[in-house]
């Protein structure tokens, strides 16, 4: 069967510093990988996605960048982090070319101080 | 785009009454609905999902239903019991295209 992996599960860090964020997925090959964000209220901001390695798609302008080093692996980084950067940061994956529903990983809580 | 409307932000009942969230979608062209539920500090999770070829869907007490015509669809919850209370997304695609979420809806049920 398929897992999501995200970690780390909870980071504090001061504004200005860098970030690295990181996502696996297990059990399937060639998915659909998107990060997302979730800011102070309830809805799901698409940040950046790809559809296969070394592709992304990037959907809001800003500080952060993403990278798909390897087939299930899905980076997501900033030099620099805002205050606005702060909230949960969700990695999700889908099988390609289907109908089928989006997978969501456990996510991370980032604060930025 | 897609541009997918979602009512209401809040929704408080009573257990055991029934609730309803609909949402709206401006692109003819999609053909898949699923509908996720957030617990609190928890990843969203498929509920329900259904195609356009499909007008209604039922598993136990949640059913959403697709009127194509008006680009509407609507969840149902049947009993509300406090464990529903979380908040839930509607979304629209494309077959492999990327989904648009609605703004998400708050459901409180009050025991």
């Known amino acids: 069967s398929q897992t999501i992996h995200q970690w780390p599960a909870t980071l504090v860090q001061p504004v200005g510093s860098p970030l690295s964020l990181e996502c696996t997925v297990e059990g399937t090959s060639n998915p659909n990988l998107y990060w997302y964000r979730q800011a102070a209220g309830r809805g799901l901001q698409l940040l950046f996605y790809s559809v296969g390695i070394g592709q992304i798609s990037s959907e809001v302008p800003q500080n952060l960048s993403a990278s798909r080093p390897q087939d299930r692996q899905f980076i997501l980084s900033s030099k620099k982090l805002l205050l606005s950067d702060s909230g949960f940061y969700l990695c999700a994956w889908r099988p390609s070319g289907s109908y089928n529903e989006q997978f969501f990983g456990p996510g991370t809580r980032l604060t930025v101080l | 785009g897609e541009n997918v409307e979602q009512h209401p932000s809040t929704l408080s009942v009573q257990e055991g009454d029934s609730a309803v969230i609909k949402c709206t979608y401006s692109?003819?062209?999609?053909?898949?609905f699923p509908w996720y539920k957030q617990e609190l500090g928890k990843r969203p999770q498929l509920i329900i999902d259904?195609?356009?070829?499909?007008g209604e869907k039922k598993d136990q007490r949640i059913a959403v239903t697709l009127n194509k015509t008006a680009k509407h669809f609507s969840l149902h919850i049947t009993e509300t019991q406090p464990e529903d209370s979380a908040v839930y997304f509607c979304a629209a695609s494309q077959w492999s295209y990327i989904p648009t979420f609605g703004r998400g809806t708050s459901l409180i049920v009050h025991p």
């Open positions: 259904i195609r356009s070829n499909v």
């Open positions: 692109d003819s062209a999609s053909n898949y």
